[in-house]
Nanobody
Framework: QVQLVESGGGLVQPGGSLRLSCAAS????????MGWYRQAPGKQRELVAAITSGGSTNYADSVKGRFTISRDNAKNTVYLQMNSLKPEDTAVYYC???????????????WGQGTLVTVSS
C-alpha cells in the first residue's frame, strides 16, 4: 500500500520561508502528476501547485512568484518551496500523487495526512 509522508510544516513569521516535502513509500510502478493542496480554517481545500511527470508546473494565482514546486523522481518525492509567506498562507497543506502502484492496476490518487503551516508574528 502506498503512503505519502509530509514534513516541513511549522510556525514562521510573515516574510519567512518554509520547504515542505512529501515522500511516497510502498509499491510504486509509476507516478504521474504530483501536487500540493491546502485548506484553511473554514475554507474549502484548494490547489496550490502541481507538477506533471514531464516537469510542467501550474500554480494558484495567490502563490505565483512566491512558491515553487519541484520533484525528485528517484526519491518519489515532491517539494514545495514557500517564500515571502503571508498570514493568509496559513493552512493545512496536503500532498497528492497520481500513480499506479503495480503494473496493470488502475491509476490512483493518493493523499498525505497534511502538515500545518502557520504564518504569524
Amino acid at each position: 500500500q502506498v503512503q505519502l509522508v509530509e514534513s516541513g510544516g511549522g510556525l514562521v513569521q510573515p516574510g519567512g520561508s518554509l520547504r515542505l516535502s512529501c515522500a511516497a513509500s510502498g509499491s510504486i510502478f509509476s507516478i504521474y502528476a504530483m501536487g500540493w493542496y491546502r485548506q484553511a480554517p473554514g475554507k474549502q481545500r484548494e490547489l496550490v501547485a502541481a507538477i506533471t511527470s514531464g516537469g510542467s508546473t501550474n500554480y494558484a494565482d495567490s502563490v505565483k512568484g512566491r512558491f515553487t514546486i519541484s520533484r525528485d523522481n528517484a526519491k518519489n518525492t515532491v517539494y514545495l518551496q514557500m517564500n515571502s509567506l503571508k498570514p493568509e498562507d496559513t493552512a493545512v497543506y496536503y500532498c497528492t500523487f497520481d500513480l499506479i502502484a503495480t503494473m496493470g492496476d488502475p491509476r490512483l490518487e493518493v493523499w498525505g495526512q497534511g502538515t500545518l503551516v502557520t504564518v504569524s508574528s
